[in-house]
């Protein structure tokens, strides 16, 4: 199976959005919960959000909640983020990655980096102020 890769980072002013997305081989990516996750240097891996493998349910943590959105095409197998009204503190290493704790189709610890096992290289978000 290969790594998801992320793409669609950048450096953008506050207030501006930014859509990142992230492909995978079909094997990787469907039938399994996606997340996002970010990382700024010396700090913990942060989740950002998680999608169900058939789209229909969506899960943020309470920082990104109402500006992000996360999607997915399941026959194209990409995931993707739709980031608005960015702010300094959004700017980090962006990471998606597959859901592989419990199996296909199980959405439980989807906020938990340690129930992931295919993760992309990451893509760099910088929001200035």
């Known amino acids: 199976q290969v790594q998801p890769v992320e793409s669609g980072g950048g450096l953008v002013q506050a207030g501006e959005s930014l859509r990142l997305s992230c492909t995978a081989d079909g094997r990787t990516f469907s039938s399994y919960t996606m997340g996002w996750f970010r990382r700024v240097p010396g700090k913990e891996r942060e989740f950002v959000a998680a999608i169900t493998w058939d789209g229909v349910n969506a899960y943020y943590s309470d920082s990104v909640k109402g500006r992000f959105t996360i999607s997915r095409d399941n026959a194209k197998s990409t995931l993707h983020l739709e980031m608005n009204s960015l702010k300094p503190e959004d700017t980090a290493v962006y990471y998606c990655?597959?859901?592989?704790?419990?199996?296909?189709?199980?959405?439980?610890?989807?906020?938990?980096?340690?129930?992931?096992?295919?993760w992309g290289q990451g893509t760099q978000v910088t929001v200035s102020s």
């Open positions: 990655a597959r859901k592989g704790r419990n199996g296909r189709y199980s959405v439980v610890g989807y906020g938990d980096h340690g129930a992931y096992d295919y």
